[in-house]
């Protein structure tokens, strides 16, 4: 544990580490079945508010291993994890809202001219679509870009090795 006060031992504060691991092995036993979305969301929330490493242990005592370490192990330094999109759009969806896009001018001009014109304000529909359409689109490729360029750079530096000082 750790020093005595008063005779009694103190318990240990942990860090980010050890509570993202905890997570993690929450994550793992929930996508296993063994905890429901309800109880996974409030051992996720003690979790991430834990201070010791008794708030931790008090998560598992119910679940298998994997569980968090022992007072007496050593941690393991946390890895970065790459950056993800949180909900990948598939391109079934991007295909979907491209043909909406694309159909909904036409078809708001012939729906003018059949009714020659007395609605006249149906043509801000294609123009709100196309211009919400048009900024997700571009907000999604400037993210899709992003994380490329960040998954290169992880490969680059991954690839390079230990960084060598500059000779001469």
């Known amino acids: ?27 793992d036993h929930h996508a296993q079945g063994r905890l429901d979305p309800a109880e996974f969301d409030e051992r996720l929330t003690a ?29 393991e330094p946390a890895k970065p994890q790459p950056a993800t999109p949180a909900v990948p759009v598939s391109k079934r969806v991007w295909g979907a809202m491209d043909v909406v ?13 059949a009714l020659r014109w007395h609605p006249w304000y149906l043509i801000f529909i294609p ?17 899709r870009e992003r994380l490329e360029a960040e998954r290169k750079r992880q490969l680059d530096q991954g690839d390079s090795g230990p960084a060598q000082p500059p000779v001469g």
């Open 1 to 27: 544990m750790g020093q005595v006060s008063g005779g009694y031992p103190v318990p240990q504060r942990i860090g980010d580490a050890e509570r993202d691991q905890a997570a993690q092995f929450l994550q």
């Open 47 to 75: 979790a991430l508010q834990a201070k010791t490493q008794a708030d931790l242990d008090r998560l598992f005592t119910d679940l298998p291993s994997p569980t968090p370490r022992s007072p007496g192990q050593a941690v």
């Open 101 to 113: 896009a694309g159909a909904i001018w036409p078809i708001t001009l012939i729906a003018l001219f």
């Open 127 to 143: 123009i709100i679509v196309s211009s919400i359409w048009g900024r997700r689109r571009a907000q999604e490729n400037a993210e």
